[in-house]
């Protein structure tokens, strides 16, 4: 079974400075797919960045970038620079090459400080 | 470009009650499933399909129902709505492998009285 834990369930960073969100991972798939949402007071879903398993350098996305260590089964979300829009919710996400569904964290509140 | 659709944004309903969430997708994706979103869990996965007319059970199935009898739709039931069933629901699309994101409606907020 495919499980995604998120261990914070509240962060606060100062504006401009840089956060990492965690992100663990449990599955026996080979072959999985490592996705970060962020969910805005607003309430949708934006995807922000993707790893895969066999990919050997770490995703980046502008100011994202994950940071992915498949010994240790993690894939924590760097944020640089940080914004006040940058205030929500983020989700860890898995899809495993069987079945192809995707399993969820329990999300990391994010506050940015002014 | 209207992505993946989900009506309605708000519902309340009575125990009881039956209903349908709508979805419809316009990305010609394979893979469509449904979440419930409550607080402190995350998403959870209650239905999803590969394909139309292929359907399977996701972690939280009890109470809901759904069928795919073409690609573009993946409607989602309840069958008679309890408290429990309060929630936000999700539904999202994405091709079938691979490098692939998966898309979200805007979600339905569900009130269970």
């Known amino acids: 079974a495919q499980k995604i834990t998120q261990t914070q369930p509240g962060m606060f960073v100062q504006e401009k400075e840089a956060v990492t969100l965690d992100c663990t991972y449990d599955?026996?798939?080979?072959?999985?797919?490592l996705f970060w949402y962020k969910q805005p007071s607003s309430g949708e879903m934006i995807f922000l960045i993707y790893?895969?398993?066999?990919?050997?350098q770490n995703a980046t996305e502008g100011r994202y970038s994950l940071n992915f260590q498949k010994a240790r089964k993690s894939a924590n979300l760097v944020i640089s620079a940080s914004q006040l829009g940058d205030s929500a919710m983020y989700f860890c996400?898995?899809?495993?090459?069987?079945?192809?569904?995707?399993?969820f964290g329990t999300g990391t509140s994010l506050t940015v400080i002014p | 470009n209207a992505g993946v659709t989900q009506t309605p944004k708000f519902q309340v309903l009575k125990t009881g009650q039956s209903m349908t969430l709508q979805c419809a997708q316009d990305?010609?994706?394979?893979?469509m499933s449904w979440y419930r979103q409550d607080p402190g869990m995350g998403l959870r996965l209650i239905h999803y399909?590969?394909?139309?007319?292929?359907?399977d059970q996701g972690e939280v199935p009890n109470g809901y129902n759904v069928s795919r009898s073409t690609t573009e739709d993946f409607p989602l039931r309840l069958l008679s709505a309890a408290p429990s069933q309060t929630s936000v629901y999700f539904c999202?699309?994405?091709?079938?492998?691979?490098?692939?994101?998966?898309?979200f409606g805007q979600g339905t907020r569900l009130t269970v009285v």
């Open positions: 999202a699309s994405s091709y079938g492998t691979g490098r692939t994101e998966a898309f």
């Open positions: 599955t026996s798939d080979q072959s999985y797919g």
């Open positions: 790893q895969g398993s066999y990919d050997e």
């Open positions: 996400a898995m899809r495993g090459s069987i079945g192809n569904q995707f399993y």
């Open positions: 990305m010609n994706h394979e893979y």
């Open positions: 399909s590969v394909g139309a007319g292929i359907t």
